[in-house]
């Protein structure tokens, strides 16, 4: 079982990230292992994209998610359709200068693949916290 949260504060209001995060063509500035995101319509519930992500090692790892959750603002969350079952779900609350982002990652891998959900869980929290950093840095600039 993968599950973990990680939190930031963004000196940004909760609109302009959420409005970052969500853009399917901003994903590469902050998620720089994001080769292409693209998404079948307008971004809310049920809205599919096709993500390509680089793995360590350089190989290129195709995905679909789809969107569970789209409250402007406040909450956005993908649920993989197709690939790795590490779905995602993010929250964002206004605070004094800026927005607290809580960041959680969860999935059950099958078969043989929870052997390695241990070190998966490792790996996926020092990517996403390095992303993190990236997308405060990003927006602070």
């Not at 994903?27 to 993500?51: A, H």
């Not at 982002?101 to 099958?110: E, I, K, N, Q, V």
Request: aromatic fraction near 8%.
């Amino acid at each position: 079982m993968i599950d973990f949260t990680l939190e930031t504060h963004v000196d940004r209001p909760a609109d302009e990230v959420f409005d970052y995060i969500t853009d399917p063509a901003q994903l590469p500035n902050w998620q720089t292992n994001t080769v292409s995101s693209v998404p079948d319509g307008p971004m809310g519930v049920g809205t599919r994209l096709r993500e390509v992500h680089r793995a360590p090692g350089g190989k290129e790892i195709a995905s679909v998610v789809e969107v569970s959750d789209y409250v402007p603002g406040r909450e956005f969350g993908l649920r993989v359709v197709e690939g790795t079952p590490v779905h995602l779900h993010i929250t964002l609350d206004p605070v004094e200068n800026g927005t607290r982002m809580r960041f959680r990652a969860y999935g059950r891998l099958t078969g043989v693949a929870r052997l390695f959900s241990p070190l998966l869980t490792r790996v996926l929290r020092r990517q996403f916290a390095s992303q993190l950093t990236t997308l405060r840095i990003t927006l602070a600039a």
